[in-house]
């Protein structure tokens, strides 16, 4: 799970009685897949904190927590450090002893992450990834792993794409459903993918599904640290071009659209890409949309429409975890809060210093986990729970309440 420049535990996930398929290989993991009826899932990406107390970690509050991360090193799974993460990683698994239903996973990528492309491009390369993948599971007892590859047939801060990617991310996420269906306890795989419809041309997305258990959608960075228009990175409702006109971001997604660099002219948002996903044939139960625990600031940005939609002076000044945000922006009368009815998202202007900011908060999380219920959707996940604070009131408080109701 990427960043650029960036209750109590359900009582119980029952499993779904489905019978085995040939055809299908994600039905030997179909006891993973709950019912629209349950509880939604909770999935945290978590990256160690520099005061890093697992101990304190509320895993009383998820139903996963993905251990972020591990590299393409060589052709194999592993850690740049395994002297320092390893260890971190063993006692993360030993927090299942407060929350015996907790499946501890392992991330490998992320955002400018290389060596994807190298891995896959053969059988015999595939096979020497997923070998140490195994070993690495094994070695650390984990319940599957996450898949970050950004992007197949992509390049993602420069990293190597090939046209051959599509094809081979299939072969690759077979070959991994294969190797964690021979563990004797079940496994989960995952796989991080794009919140836009351009990334979708780039995978074999039903064959895909067939062997990963869920997509963690990346529902937020919906506009990047490289714009310099401002707008909501990470919101739920879908915004239509015609709602923004008028507004520079608004001639700056047309322009894009009329050179064909985008697919629509309309801003980006979760409910837009699940209905997408859902209509090229994606299972409601199998789509785990994103949050975003951090914000984005841009600078320079004119008073109008509070600014929103904006064309800054200066440029995108970086991200700010949820808890400084808290800590710094809320309590600072500069900052005014306000809230986007169609986007269903909040934002901040100061127009003293004429900063806006993008953001989720209490509020926005609450409706996109009431959203995934609605939707029938597999669950929540977010990147990551070390920017939440640790106050009450945080922001997986309000996704926790929400998924117990």
Same mark, same amino acid.
């Given at each position: 799970?990427?960043?650029?420049?960036?209750?109590?535990?359900?009582?119980?996930?029952?499993?779904?009685?489905?019978?085995?398929?040939?055809?299908?290989?994600?039905?030997?993991?179909?006891?993973?897949?709950?019912?629209?009826a349950s509880r939604p899932l909770v999935m945290a990406y978590y990256v160690p904190e520099r005061?890093?107390?697992?101990?304190?970690?509320?895993?009383?509050?998820?139903?996963?927590?993905?251990?972020?991360?591990?590299?393409?090193?060589?052709?194999?799974?592993?850690?740049?450090?395994?002297?320092?993460?390893?260890?971190?990683?063993?006692?993360?698994?030993?927090?299942?002893?407060?929350?015996?239903?907790?499946?501890?996973?392992?991330?490998?990528?992320?955002?400018?992450?290389?060596?994807?492309?190298?891995?896959?491009?053969?059988?015999?390369?595939?096979?020497?990834?997923?070998?140490?993948?195994?070993?690495?599971?094994?070695?650390?007892?984990?319940?599957?792993?996450?898949?970050?590859?950004?992007?197949?047939?992509?390049?993602?801060?420069?990293?190597?794409?090939?046209?051959?990617?599509?094809?081979?991310?299939?072969?690759?996420?077979?070959?991994?459903?294969?190797?964690?269906?021979?563990?004797?306890?079940?496994?989960?795989?995952?796989?991080?993918?794009?919140?836009?419809?351009?990334?979708?041309?780039?995978?074999?997305?039903?064959?895909?599904?067939?062997?990963?258990?869920?997509?963690?959608?990346?529902?937020?960075?919906?506009? +990047?640290?490289?714009?310099?228009?401002?707008?909501?990175?990470?919101?739920?409702?879908?915004?239509?071009?015609?709602?923004?006109?008028?507004?520079?971001?608004?001639?700056?997604?047309? +322009?894009?659209?009329?050179?064909?660099?985008?697919?629509?002219?309309?801003?980006?948002?979760?409910?837009?890409?699940?209905?997408?996903?859902?209509?090229?044939?994606?299972?409601?139960?199998?789509?785990?949309?994103?949050?975003?625990?951090?914000?984005?600031?841009?600078?320079?940005?004119?008073?109008?429409?509070?600014?929103?939609?904006?064309?800054?002076?200066?440029?995108?000044?970086?991200?700010?975890?949820?808890?400084?945000?808290?800590?710094?922006?809320?309590?600072?009368?500069?900052?005014?809060?306000?809230?986007?009815?169609?986007?269903?998202?909040?934002?901040?202007?100061?127009?003293?210093?004429?900063?806006?900011?993008?953001?989720?908060?209490?509020?926005?999380?609450?409706?996109?986990?009431?959203?995934?219920?609605?939707?029938?959707?597999?669950?929540?996940?977010?990147?990551?729970?070390?920017?939440?604070?640790?106050?009450?009131?945080?922001?997986?408080?309000?996704?926790?309440?929400?998924?117990?109701?």
């Open positions: 799970m990427r960043i650029s420049l960036l209750s109590k535990n359900l009582l119980s996930l029952v499993p779904l009685v489905v019978a085995l398929s040939c055809s299908n290989p994600l039905n030997k993991q179909s006891q993973q897949l709950v019912s629209a005061d890093y107390k697992p101990e304190e970690i509320p895993v009383e509050k998820l139903t996963h927590i993905i251990y972020s991360f591990t590299h393409v090193i060589d052709g194999e799974m592993r850690f740049r450090k395994p002297e320092e993460s390893g260890p971190k990683l063993e006692a993360l698994v030993k927090q299942k002893e407060r929350n015996t239903d907790l499946k501890v996973m392992i991330a490998c990528g992320g955002w400018g992450a290389d060596g994807f492309s190298d891995m896959a491009l053969t059988e015999e390369s595939r096979a020497k990834f997923i070998a140490s993948a195994a070993d690495f599971i094994e070695a650390y007892q984990l319940d599957g792993m996450d898949m970050d590859w950004e992007y197949p047939g992509i390049s993602g801060a420069g990293t190597m794409a090939r046209e051959e990617d599509k094809e081979n991310f299939t072969a690759l996420m077979k070959g991994l459903r294969e190797m964690l269906d021979g563990f004797d306890s079940p496994k989960l795989l995952t796989f991080a993918s794009a919140g836009w419809k351009r990334y979708y041309d780039h995978i074999e997305l039903n064959e895909v599904m067939k062997y990963a258990d869920y997509t963690n959608v990346m529902t937020y960075d919906q506009v +990047s640290g490289v714009s310099k228009y401002t707008g909501h990175h990470t919101p739920l409702g879908e915004v239509r071009s015609e709602d923004i006109a008028g507004t520079p971001f608004h001639d700056y997604l047309d +322009s894009l659209y009329q050179t064909g660099a985008n697919k629509d002219p309309d801003p980006r948002s979760a409910e837009k890409i699940v209905n997408f996903l859902i209509d090229e044939g994606a299972d409601p139960k199998q789509i785990v949309i994103g949050s975003a625990f951090y914000g984005r600031v841009w600078k320079g940005v004119p008073p109008e429409n509070n600014g929103l939609y904006q064309l800054a002076k200066g440029i995108h000044i970086g991200w700010m975890a949820y808890h400084q945000i808290r800590d710094r922006y809320e309590p600072d009368s500069n900052f005014q809060r306000y809230w986007d009815e169609l986007a269903k998202a909040p934002y901040m202007y100061n127009a003293t210093d004429s900063l806006m900011v993008s953001y989720d908060d209490t509020v926005s999380v609450r409706l996109k986990t009431e959203y995934v219920r609605e939707k029938g959707l597999g669950g929540i996940m977010f990147w990551e729970l070390g920017n939440d604070t640790k106050e009450e009131g945080s922001l997986l408080d309000a996704i926790d309440k929400a998924a117990l109701k």
